[in-house]
């Protein structure tokens, strides 16, 4: 009998209710707000006043910003036509932009080059590359980088040789050179020291992007490789003085490489060195471009620009997060005044209204 009945405890179900526990069985305490009209109304104020706060700071401080855009594919007109025939990319070309700073320029000073009608968000095209090539592996595994569809058809040339580095992203990078000249008198020019890294993401060039091994000997990490069809040399040439800003570790490869979001955009492309006579920015004064042009973009129907700007502390000149805060936060405190207005008038009909008879 007693082993019967060990069998019969045995083969009881086992229990679905969840444990008597405060969280299982939902018995923690909770916190529910009570929406009053004052709660409601003192919300609305104290988020519209911060937005309206944040907008007009923003605005102020971006009206602050000086920036000089030179338009300088039209100024280059004879390099332009020069570029239409893609047989003539390999003669070199280069022209002169003349200009004027009115105002000092302030603190750090940036240039970017600027491209507009050029379309980096093509879907196609932002694929376009070979992730694991560009973090030092795979440089010359032929198969590998030919298996891959994204590359196609920069990705190896007619011989079987692969492309370092392959896709379109890196066939197209930008390859202009634009020095800036200072001319404080008629017979003097003084070069702006500009400096070429430290422009780049920490991620992009840490993580993102490295050279292959040997990478104290990038001409032998490349070997068995060639350039992509526009470039005009090989990525262990791109600066062959600085090792730390060569091969896929140089910042205007990688800022190339990061596609921007709309068809006409700008990318950073030198920092001002604050030495002098410019350790206070850039004064006021005649300059010069001297660019030697390389990227052709009246084949799209593109303009290039060379841009100097200073910075605040919320970015570039950019006024549509500044006035996007600023509407909205108007629009929500002018809510306010109509739900205190409808409030008040609720309130005084309530007051004025007499009391039912029985």
Aim: charged residues 20%; glycine residues 6%.
């Amino acid at each position: 009998m007693g082993k019967k009945k060990k069998e019969e405890k045995e083969d009881l179900p086992v229990s679905k209710c969840p444990d008597n526990t405060a969280i299982k069985q939902q018995r923690l305490p909770a916190w529910r707000p009570l929406l009053t009209a004052e709660s409601v109304l003192s919300t609305f104020f104290i988020i519209g006043l911060f937005c309206l706060a944040v907008g007009i700071s923003w605005i102020v401080a971006t009206t602050n910003v000086k920036e000089i855009w030179i338009n300088y594919s039209d100024s280059c007109s004879e390099c332009t036509k020069l570029r239409l025939n893609s047989s003539n990319s390999e003669k070199p070309c280069s022209c002169t932009v003349n200009f004027s700073v009115k105002e000092n320029f302030p603190g750090d000073v940036f240039m970017y080059y600027g491209l507009s009608n050029f379309f980096q968000n093509n879907r196609r095209y932002v694929i376009s590359k070979y992730d694991a090539q560009l973090l030092g592996r795979n440089v010359t595994n032929t198969e590998s980088i030919q298996k891959l569809s994204y590359c196609a058809p920069f990705s190896a040339y007619n011989n079987g040789t692969p492309m370092a580095p392959c896709g379109a992203i890196a066939n197209s990078m930008f390859n202009d050179t634009i020095s800036l000249f200072y001319l404080p008198d008629s017979s003097t020019k003084i070069t702006v020291p500009l400096l070429k890294t430290g422009n780049t993401w920490w991620s992009d060039k840490n993580v993102k992007f490295n050279n292959p091994k040997p990478q104290d000997n990038l001409k032998q990490a490349f070997a068995g490789s060639a350039r992509p069809h526009n470039w005009q040399k090989p990525a262990y040439e791109l600066d062959p003085n600085d090792p730390n800003n060569n091969g896929y570790k140089n910042d205007d490869f990688i800022n190339w490489m990061r596609v921007a979001a709309f068809p006409s955009f700008r990318k950073l492309y030198r920092r001002l060195s604050r030495v002098q006579p410019f350790s206070n920015g850039l004064p006021a004064g005649n300059y010069t471009y001297v660019i030697d042009y390389n990227f052709p973009v009246s084949r799209f129907g593109g303009r290039k620009y060379a841009i100097l700007s200073t910075l605040s502390w919320c970015g570039g000149s950019n006024m549509f997060l500044g006035i996007a805060y600023t509407v909205t936060g108007a629009a929500i405190i002018l809510t306010a005044f109509v739900m205190l207005a409808v409030h008040l008038k609720q309130r005084q009909k309530k007051k004025k209204r007499p009391f039912s008879k029985r």
